[in-house]
């Protein structure tokens, strides 16, 4: 598998090589989706709060008498069934939204996603990334110029100025090989790999 080889100047200059087991997996669709839906699910966290019928702020009164008035019958207005009553099944704080992937699972889901983003062509390899201050018009124009506008940059060290030029603009990402996630990789229109960082997701990958 050979993967296009930019210059400084976001052109091609040649090919790299790059190895079939981790650019060279077949397209599995159901895969990606379990992987990149259990990373979502395990981001979530249990932070909402419904309350039951014993928390509601309620009389116990009984609304009505039990018979002669037509009605259905009817003990407290907390019910479940009132508006304003309490749920039946309440969510809690202690919700557990987990997913559990395993390993090897999740390294042939990452490869099956690089695989693709390398047959569509939007997976290029750099031989550095590199700015000289932490300015955010910088790197803009040195992505404008390489025609880029939403890129995740892989970078094998993540540089002060190339992290701090990035904060600004919402469509582009800076991260090392092991913080390449599933969500960011199928989220970005282009992936911008470095020749160092290709190395490293290679000997974590392969």
């Not at 039946?88 to 919700?95: A, G, H, L, V």
């Not at 913080?179 to 974590?204: C, N, R």
Request: charged residues 25%; hydrophobic residues 40%; proline residues 4%.
């Amino acid at each position: 598998m050979e993967l296009k080889l930019l210059n400084a100047q976001g052109q091609v200059a040649s090919n790299v090589a790059a190895a079939d087991t981790v650019f060279g997996r077949d397209y599995n669709e159901a895969l990606i989706h379990q992987v990149v839906v259990a990373y979502a699910a395990n981001a979530r966290s249990g932070n909402r709060k419904q309350k039951d019928r014993e928390e509601v702020h309620h009389t116990t009164k009984k609304p009505w008498r039990q018979k002669g008035t037509g009605r259905a019958r009817a003990g407290m207005s907390s019910s479940p069934l009132w508006r304003g009553g309490g749920r039946t099944f309440p969510n809690t704080p202690d919700e557990n939204f987990s997913h559990k992937v395993n390993k090897k699972m999740y390294r042939a889901g990452i490869c099956s996603i690089l695989s693709q983003l390398a047959r569509e062509e939007r997976l290029v390899v750099i031989e550095d990334l590199s700015i000289d201050a932490p300015k955010t018009k910088l790197l803009s124009q040195k992505l404008t110029g390489m025609g880029l506008d939403s890129v995740l940059i892989v970078t094998d060290t993540i540089q002060e100025n190339l992290e701090l030029a990035s904060r600004n603009l919402p469509n582009v990402l800076v991260v090392e090989p092991r913080h390449a996630d599933p969500m960011s990789l199928v989220f970005y229109k282009k992936v911008l790999v470095t020749k160092a960082a290709l190395a490293q997701i290679e000997e974590m990958l392969a």
